[in-house]
């Protein structure tokens, strides 16, 4: 079988994250199937200069040619421009990529950063929530405004987001099982946990939804038994990540949520270049790094590769090519632990090229 | 002339930490006005009593009896119920509090904890948002739910809190001007600086509508020229928090956004339980403290009554008395920095009690 990967570099530090994922993948030769790389545009550069964030050709050769992609990162305006829509989130939409799986854990790097111990998943829903986009705006009688957006929580996609988390734990619970048994250290020894955020002492009814529809995944189904659920309000949720980040395996939220408590997980760890993320459906799953397109370091080679090899790893294995996706993990893992090769973000020096090179070499 | 003022405890810790804030009140004597505390009922509690969370006369009596109140903390059911409303919600909305003023600051104990270094205050648009409650639920033909709630965004609303975090960022650059004039240590050196928290690279026309009018109120008054203005996703705002505290000054934000970052700000500098706020109008004043209710330690004398006692200090200066409330803060102060009495969420062992008389010996 052949591999063919939709890659859209889309803005700024994506157009120097991407190739450094592509390089790696390259390098696993015939490890994995014979893969093509299909160059795709979208984003706010492409917007100004042909009119469309998203290109309809972008959305058709992923849907009728691709196996999956990889995404870098978009800039956006932010004041409203006419015919701008954010295409990383129209993406997920056409695509149905219901969640966005972000796993975060801490690395020390030595005499650099000694982050919070930390080793979680954040499972975010990843098509509704304020993220529908429904707002319109009217001028009152006295001159004021009022805007208005609608959020939107379904059962449906409560329920499925919920499953990914309960399955996401039940994985993690059997690999931390096997390590243990192999006799390595592992970090977590209480059984799996998903910790269900939410504000439904605000929010009762579509925040009360959202947990209900949660609850119910594991309440229905003896799969689940061997996992402990919780809550957290999201702003508690927030509190507590940051003072006891050890707490935490699976959290599953809500779009907006998911989005705010994963920066915040990245910044426990030590930056948002070393956390990748997959957008994920039933039927195709695009790698995104959690950061963002960084326009102040753009073109001058210091971005961090990180985030963006991570997620080719995570997208292999979600794939099934499991042992090809360790590799790059060992490799990025080692080239941390030595602390030679770090970029800006992490107090280091080196560029982007130093980090992916290294990385490649020791794959 | 005299000072009447509501004492609202409500649920949990509430009950606790309201009573130690007013025995240091009490304690000022004769350097405030003669002051008389109005015990009234709110909470989760007093719904499962009386069947009203906010029962219509603790509002009539705020409305037409008191100067300002203290409020203290309420517990909420997860799930929806019938008749119940959040009590605080409600009264922010009531008495038109559109202001939630939250410094945060970081003070060093010695010995127990060496906080990120952190001296902001946070602005926090309080009466609308996702927080105006308008939700529905509605049961679709293949037996799935969908919910859907209205997030609210005004220019009114957004200048009036636009204009407030100005004001306040103008009052903290001539405390430091003071400051450094008579010799002192000051932690930003830098001119006042406010910053804009919102999504509007997705809520373009809700968060775009609050970015703009709170620009606007900068753009259109000479009076802040002095005043640097800057933005921050509210996602990159948490990560940034974490990762340069020390770059913040003011930052307002619309009501959830607020409520998240608060409590990140909190984990910044060592605990909730040191966190104060006001709810603040143009006729009204409600002490808070950031904290919930905390069931967990409830009744166990072992709440860090800091929140509510600073809490009470923010009210007296906002009414004007700032040497009375200078005088609270430097107890306070110094109870920290000698690392004596701490409560447990501090990593020590004194109670509620120890902690309130060891204030009141420094007042
Ligand atoms: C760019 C933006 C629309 C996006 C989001 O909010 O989802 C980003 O913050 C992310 O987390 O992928
Ligand atoms: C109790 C809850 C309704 C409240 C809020 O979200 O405003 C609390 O979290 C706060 O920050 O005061």
Redesign the interface.
Known sequence: TALRLGMIPADGIGKEVLPAAQRVLEALGSAIPKTTFIPLKAGWEEFNKNGKALPDETVKILKEECDAAMFGSVS??????EGYS?PI?ALRKHLDLYANVRPVSSVPIPGQYSPAQCDMVIVRENTEC??I?K???KTREDG?????????????ASTRIGKMAFEIALRRGKEREQAKKDGKKVWWNDIPKVTIVH????????D??F??SVRAVKDGNERYDGIKME?QL???M??????EPEIFDVAVAPN?YG??????A???VGS?GLVPSINAGDNFIMGEPVH?SAPDIEGQNIANPIASIRSAALLLSSLGYVEPASRINAAVDAVLAEGQYLTPDLGGKATTSDVTDAILKRL
């Open positions: 956006s305006p932010s004041h409203k421009v954010s989130v304020l993220y986009k707002e319109e705006i004021s405004k009022i805007a208005l957006a609608t959020r939107q929580i379904t059962s449906t504000k439904s002492n605000v929010l009762s009814v579509t009360g939804l947990r209900e809550e999201v702003d508690s927030v509190y507590r990540m940051f003072r907006l989005d705010i408590i994963s920066d915040g990245a910044a426990l948002l963002g």
